[in-house]
């Protein structure tokens, strides 16, 4: 048993690192994870803290990791680390049996795992856990009680730090497919070997005042007392789908333009997901920016997926003199970390990406992307 847990102590603690860190990487990515469980349990007023709960849920991963495996505080680690893995058991449970959540988030965008595969991967964590919690009174401190203590809480401050950090700026890695360096396009794409989802048809048929779904071979069964609905396609197995298979383009009048991006030689993305959380203050710096772009002649569009007379009344307040075209939310928040963030694209390839603290010049951007 003391072996057991001594290398679960290892184990779950670089574990717990790991996950940490993947997660302080992308703070806000995290968020709308939580958003998700949020909509799920009935409790959208939480929405207002998911960031800051994001961050701090992170650092204490990250802490509690490297607590564990320094052996510092172990009362305190351990009966966390059980509270921790009994809740997100729960959850995960919650989303596999009810198929709520298709993604846990666990490790953010580096590694997608399928809600049974959460689940598994949390009981497995448990049991772990189980021999630690059990045999945490024999666990001893690496480098003595106090110094393991200072790196312990040097892990959740580091943690902190750096999930600022990425959420004030970019994600330093990013595992996303609008990445720069990826083609849009190609992400698009399916493998030559992938899965295809697989359908059967279905007929709906109405009798003793109830509707029923009868698949081809039932149909023989019914007789003059069943009564003809509809006819519909039922996904029982979903099969693979590309990277990138929401990303679309439309004009105001409706017209989907994403081919016609995709192929200009160079063209820049505002992208603000909701322009009524937009930031304001960067707006002066994107019509300057617009001015010049408009001077050389490359493209600039926006996107976002409010309304149209949202954007109308955004456009006229700050004098945006550019058009704005419309994209799904969950993309245009998917593509990148922040609202607004600027883009490059070059025939469709993700060249690079600002953050609106780290709003370019024209200059700059001339200089190091549109000389090529």
């Known amino acids: 048993m003391k072996v057991l847990a001594q290398i679960s102590r290892i184990f779950v603690g670089i574990l717990f690192i790991i996950s940490g860190f993947i997660k302080a990487?992308?703070?806000?990515?995290?968020?709308?994870?939580?958003?998700?469980?949020?909509?799920?349990?009935?409790?959208?007023?939480?929405?207002?803290?998911?960031?800051?709960?994001?961050?701090?849920?992170?650092?204490?991963e990250i802490g509690l990791g490297v607590a564990l495996l320094l052996g510092s505080k172990m009362k305190f680690t351990a009966w966390s680390l059980l509270?921790?893995?009994?809740?997100f058991t729960f959850l995960t449970f919650y989303s596999w049996y009810f198929d709520v959540v298709k993604d846990c988030g666990c490790f953010g965008d580096a590694l997608h795992l399928t809600p049974f595969q959460s689940f598994m991967k949390d009981v497995v964590l448990f049991i772990l856990i189980g021999f630690i919690f059990?045999?945490?009174?024999?666990?001893?401190?690496?480098?003595?009680?106090?110094?393991?203590?200072?790196?312990a809480y040097a892990g959740f401050i580091a943690s902190f730090s750096f999930s600022l950090y990425c959420y004030w700026h970019l994600p330093v890695k990013d595992f996303r497919p609008y990445a720069i360096g990826k083609?849009?396009?190609d992400g698009m794409k399916l493998p030559p070997n992938a899965v295809t989802?697989?359908?059967?048809?279905?007929?709906?048929?109405e009798k003793d005042g109830k509707q029923i779904e009868l698949n081809m071979d039932q149909l023989k069964n019914i007789d003059s007392t069943y009564k003809f609905i509809d006819r519909k396609d039922k996904v029982i197995r979903e099969g693979d789908k590309p990277p990138i298979h929401d990303f679309t383009i439309t004009s105001g009048d409706g017209t989907d333009v994403t081919s016609d991006v995709l192929q200009m030689d160079n063209v820049f993305l505002l992208v603000a997901y909701q322009l009524n959380h937009s930031d304001e203050e960067v707006q002066s710096q994107?019509?300057?920016f617009v001015a010049l772009c408009q001077k050389a002649g490359v493209e600039f569009i926006g996107l976002t997926s409010s309304e149209p007379k949202e954007v109308d009344a955004f456009r006229h307040k700050h004098n945006s003199m550019f058009d704005y075209y419309f994209t799904d939310g969950t993309t245009l928040k998917t593509m990148i970390r922040s609202n607004p963030g600027l883009m490059l694209l070059k025939k469709g390839k993700v060249e690079a990406m600002w953050h609106y603290n780290d709003f370019p010049t024209f200059d700059e951007v001339k200089t190091k992307y549109l000389s090529k």
């Open 134 to 151: 059990i045999k945490r009174n024999e666990i001893k401190p690496v480098f003595g009680e106090q110094f393991s203590s200072w790196l």
């Open 83 to 87: 509270l921790m893995i009994v809740f």
């Open 286 to 288: 994107i019509n300057d």
């Open 183 to 185: 083609s849009i396009p």
């Open 197 to 205: 989802d697989s359908v059967v048809m279905l007929f709906v048929y």
């Open 25 to 60: 990487n992308d703070p806000l990515g995290f968020s709308y994870k939580l958003d998700e469980y949020f909509q799920v349990f009935h409790m959208p007023w939480l929405s207002i803290a998911s960031l800051w709960l994001a961050i701090i849920i992170c650092a204490f």
